[in-house]
């Protein structure tokens, strides 16, 4: 199983990236893909999720309206399109895959740094 996401970097406040996390090893289609992040000193939260095939996705309170998420099941694909970025923004992004129905996620990416910052 492999979860590799890539497109951080430094970015400029009111900026913008696109993260993108492959996934392998398992059956993509069944599983809630998700988007963490980690700032230093702080806990893992939750910024993003989406369901397969039905339903709306999720977002943290924090990136409402300026975060997108989407998925692209037959390139077991998911992205994260960050806009209007804040330095509050900067932190560990991690891409993470959950079997539906449970609340524990199985498996995690390397994650990729995101730094905003003038």
């Known amino acids: 199983v492999q979860l590799v996401e890539s497109g951080g970097g430094l970015v400029q406040p009111g900026g913008s990236l696109r993260l993108s996390c492959a996934a392998s090893?398992?059956?993509?289609?069944?599983?809630?893909m998700s988007w963490y992040r980690q700032a230093p000193g702080k806990e893992r939260e939750l910024v993003a999720s989406i369901l397969s095939f039905v339903g709306s996705p999720i977002y943290a309170d924090s990136v409402k309206g300026r975060f997108t998420i989407s998925r692209d099941n037959p390139k077991n694909t998911v992205d994260l399109q960050m806009n209007s970025l804040k330095p509050e923004d900067t932190a560990v992004y991690y891409c993470a895959a959950r079997p539906p129905g449970l609340s524990t996620v199985r498996y995690w990416g390397q994650g990729t740094q995101v730094t905003v910052s003038s």
């Open positions: 090893g398992f059956n993509f289609d069944r599983y809630v």
